[in-house]
């Protein structure tokens, strides 16, 4: 089984990048997935959501939303 690895925050590469990088496609979910995930890091920073929630949300974000979407790129 291959592990991928995703970075959040405002600084990361997209979701798209990261996934291309480690060769896998988000494919049609890329820009829903970077939305969603802009949206949980704003939601961060400005303190509207604890660090526990925060990372709560990420581990779900990633299962629910990144993992379910990955498709291996072929070559």
Known sequence: ???IVFY???LADTY???ANKQGFTLGDHAD???KVG???VAAHIHGCITDSEYD?????FQTKILAKNLKKVSE
């Open 16 to 18: 798209e990048e990261q």
């Open 32 to 34: 829903f997935a970077q």
């Open 1 to 3: 089984m291959t592990s």
């Open 8 to 10: 959040h925050g405002a």
């Open 38 to 40: 802009f949206g949980i």
């Open 56 to 60: 709560k949300i990420l581990r779900r």
